[in-house]
């Protein structure tokens, strides 16, 4: 069964500033997806990055990048340059064939 | 592209009714997911179609819940007798998959809220 470990449950960040928001997970899939979702209060979600397992380079898009470490299963997303629209719900959830297991998520305040 | 859309964005009912909630999925998109969060939690899976076929149901679908996709395209969940415990956002996805299969990502609607009382 996959689990999805997000232990920050709330997370702090001043503007301008850079936070790294953790997650561990554990799958029996050997091929698997892993994505980063935000989700802004009383809005839906948005799809902040993807990350293909199989891949070694780590996905960036724009301000955010992911650090994915297969062997320790681990997948943290790095926001750099925080803004004030970056305050949301991050949910991690890494994926097989189709279903996504979501994390708790780690809600993220920005600072002005 | 419009987006995934959601009708209602909020039910109001009491315990007991009926409700019906509709999902129109991007156009072209042919797997269709829905899901339940609840206040504080990520999102659990529900169901998903694949085209027409439900592919797959979660143990948290109760038989008081029901969903269809006739003819591929836009998808219902219906509760049956509500319960208080069924209040919550109920999300809807859809993905595109090649004929190769794999994982594609999944674009969510704004959900249904639905209140129980």
């Known amino acids: 069964a996959q689990t999805v470990t997000q232990s920050q449950p709330e997370m702090s960040v001043q503007e301008a500033e850079t936070v790294t928001l953790s997650c561990t997970y554990d799958?029996?899939?050997?091929?698997?997806?892993l994505f980063w979702y935000k989700q802004p209060p009383s809005r839906q979600m948005i799809l902040v990055i993807r990350?293909?397992?199989?891949?070694?380079q780590n996905a960036t898009e724009n301000r955010f990048s992911v650090n994915f470490q297969k062997a320790a299963k681990s997948f943290s997303l790095k926001i750099s340059d925080s803004q004030l629209g970056d305050a949301a719900m991050y949910f991690c959830?890494?994926?097989?064939?189709?279903?996504?297991?979501f994390g708790t998520g780690t809600r993220l305040k920005v600072l002005a | 592209d419009t987006g995934v859309s959601q009708d209602p964005r909020h039910k109001i009912t009491k315990r007991g009714q009926n409700v019906t909630f509709r999902c129109d999925p991007i156009?072209?998109?042919?797997?269709l997911y829905w899901y339940r969060q609840t206040l504080g939690q990520g999102p659990e899976f529900l169901t998903y179609?694949?085209?027409?076929?439900?592919?797959?149901k979660s143990r948290l679908l109760s038989d008081r819940f029901s969903a269809e996709r006739p003819k591929g395209s836009f998808s219902t969940l219906e509760i049956q007798r509500t319960e208080q415990g069924d209040s919550a956002m109920y999300l809807c996805?859809?993905?595109?998959?090649?004929?190769?299969?794999?994982?594609?990502?999944?674009?969510f609607g704004p959900g249904t809220r639905l209140t129980v009382l």
């Open positions: 156009s072209e998109h042919n797997r």
């Open positions: 959830a890494p994926t097989g064939t189709y279903k996504y297991i």
């Open positions: 996805a859809s993905s595109l998959i090649g004929r190769n299969g794999g994982t594609d990502t999944q674009y």
């Open positions: 990350q293909e397992a199989y891949k070694q």
């Open positions: 179609f694949q085209n027409e076929a439900q592919l797959e």
């Open positions: 799958t029996s899939e050997s091929d698997y997806y």
